[in-house]
């Protein structure tokens, strides 16, 4: 029904239109109703067409503009598409999404859009870092409860390190990617970042109370609330760049944190003579 109200609206209009550039109607009409301009010859046109011509345009105008709403109400009562979520919504003809007032949100599990992917992939190797200083550098000195390298990897002026190298390689880069992640907070991803902030400042305290039982219980808090950001992210970017928090992580990441260790310590060493030798 609305296919055929539609077709039969925008003929009147045309069939209008064909009419109005016949010879001699263009001349008998007033200026203000002259809606084109016509290069053939003006011949004398009948006193009945140039009567009928401001109710024609009046008709034909009328036409075109029921035609438009037709269109619109039709494509807003159709089914809606097979899709889900905001790309479901993408896909909606415009009167449609127009007039459903629906806000294009990411359904949880959607894939995440390339300019995502592409921070992730440019942040992940510090993130990654950030997650190895986390277990094998500050875990082991609190369990050990030694408040020196506690110290010296939360970042303490005592100890010359002004800023923990868990907020340069792991806190920094996660908060980077909140903003670049429009659905960030519907994810879940700003809750998780925000608590592994409250919990590294909550283990800065334990440390300074030499409450070790306090701070390995922050420490907990905050691996689990990084297993959920990365989890998510390995699940829904276009691979997986992450080796994810979990149980195993010291069986699979030691051996590289450890190479790391001596490449930084070697190529520090290689400075020094450097320099010595200049």
């Known amino acids: ?7 039969s609206l925008w003929g009147v209009g045309f069939n209008f239109r064909r009419w109005l550039l016949q010879p001699g109607v263009l ?14 010859s003006r011949r004398d046109g009948s006193i009945a067409a140039r009567r009928a011509a401001p109710a024609l345009v009046v008709v034909a105008a009328g036409a075109f503009a029921i035609a438009a709403l037709v269109t619109g109400a039709c494509f807003a009562a159709a089914p809606p598409p097979a899709a889900e979520g905001r790309r479901a919504l993408i896909f909606m003809p415009a009167a449609a999404w127009a007039l459903s007032g629906a806000v294009a949100r990411a359904d949880p599990g959607d894939p995440l859009p ?9 942040y992940a190797d510090k993130i990654q870092e950030g997650i190895d200083s986390l277990y094998f550098e500050l875990k082991p000195a609190l369990v050990k409860e030694d408040i020196m390298t506690a ?10 390190s002004h800023v923990s190298p868990l907020q340069t390689k792991m806190l920094i880069p996660m908060e980077n990617l909140l903003s670049s992640n429009i659905d960030s907070e519907e994810d879940g991803w700003v809750k998780a970042v925000r608590k592994i902030s409250t919990d590294v400042d909550d283990i800065k305290e ?15 808090s905050a691996r689990a609330n990084a297993l959920k950001v990365i989890t998510d992210m390995n699940a829904r970017a276009d691979k997986v760049y992450f080796v994810a928090p979990d149980d195993d992580y010291e069986q699979k990441r030691y051996d590289v944190w450890l190479q790391r260790r001596k490449d930084e310590l070697s190529e520090r060493n290689n400075k020094g003579t450097l320099a010595v030798m200049r």
């Not at 029904?1 to 077709?7: D, G, N, Q």
């Not at 001349?27 to 053939?40: H, I, K, Q, T, W």
């Not at 334990?206 to 907990?220: I, N, P, Q, Y």
Request: charge should be positive.
């Open 114 to 122: 390339p300019p995502v992917n592409k921070d992730i992939k440019s």
């Open 206 to 220: 334990f440390v300074a109370t030499t409450d070790w039982k306090g701070a390995r219980s922050s420490w907990e």
């Open 151 to 160: 110290r010296q990897y939360l970042g303490s002026a005592m100890m010359g």
């Open 27 to 40: 001349s008998r009409m007033p200026p203000s109703l002259l809606v084109a301009a016509s290069s053939r």
């Open 1 to 7: 029904i609305c296919a055929r109200v539609h077709s």
